[in-house]
């Protein structure tokens, strides 16, 4: 499990890292599977994980003695997913896309430097990949996460890179934030990016940003298949139609800000 939050905050950092913990594992957890690498002591996890029971934010079940998201977690979630994700509004617009398409289309946001995926269609012949809505993966191996380092700004994308684990996930992964800075720039020449089986064996993608009025990132939109049904080239077919997909989501988005990133 890899949790990057910094969990130094005080009572609310610790808590918040608990919560990431609990979600992180997809399932019901227990208390001794959440010690095994907790940054503090056992006495202060239980007292954490008390209170957030008490809060409505954990469900505790007596019986399995686990722990898991709580309701009022999950309407808390569905309200930030209503007011701060793109994918509400570009709903119709990835459904018009993947039944143009045929294949898996990923609808992605930034989040602390890594890609959130917040949306998703399968393909016709759906396949097996990693990515679903909600989960979080790396940015310089995914065609989605380049497209949108690209358009960081160079304060923001330096960062960003300074978060990267540049884990070799295949032979084809980049490893150094040199050999991305090098690509980066030839995205932003070029308007997509790639995956060229740099995450998953066996599977690659096209990918575009969808950029405000002003030219600021909002996220990012793919078109992914596998080697199996036909090469990179194929896909590119597709750039026309990725291309009218966010350009209409961006004009939707016209009125639409996060609410920190007001635009002046």
Request: proline share 6%.
């Amino acid at each position: 499990m890899n949790i990057q939050r910094d969990s130094a905050d005080g009572t609310v950092g610790k808590a918040l890292d608990v919560l990431d913990r609990v979600a992180a594992f997809g399932r019901p957890v227990r208390f001794s599977e959440l010690l095994e690498d907790a940054p503090f002591p056992k006495a202060t996890l239980y007292r954490l994980l008390q209170t957030l029971a008490k809060q409505g934010m954990l469900a505790y079940d007596d019986d399995r003695g686990t722990y898991a998201p709580g309701m009022r977690l999950v309407r808390m979630a569905h309200a930030a997913w209503a007011q701060s994700s793109l994918a509400p509004i570009a709903r119709p617009h990835l459904d018009e896309l993947s039944r143009a398409v045929g294949e898996t289309v990923h609808l992605a946001q930034l989040d602390g430097g890594q890609v959130l995926y917040v949306d998703k269609r399968n393909a016709v012949r759906p396949l097996p990949m990693f990515s679903e809505a909600g989960k979080v993966g790396p940015a310089y191996c995914t065609g989605v996460g380049k497209a949108m380092l690209a358009h960081l700004d160079e304060a923001a994308c330096d960062k960003a890179l300074a978060r990267q684990s540049w884990h070799r996930f295949t032979p084809h992964t980049v490893t150094t934030p040199e050999a991305m800075r090098a690509e980066l720039e030839t995205i932003r020449a070029q308007g997509h990016a790639y995956d060229r089986e740099e995450h998953e064996p066996g599977i690659h993608c096209i990918a575009m940003p969808v950029l405000s009025a002003t030219g600021r990132m909002l996220g990012a939109v793919s078109v992914t298949s596998s080697v199996e049904r036909g090469p990179l080239a194929e896909l590119e077919r597709h750039l026309p139609k990725l291309k009218q997909a966010v350009e209409h989501i961006a004009g939707d988005l016209h009125d639409w800000r996060f609410p920190d990133q007001r635009e002046g």
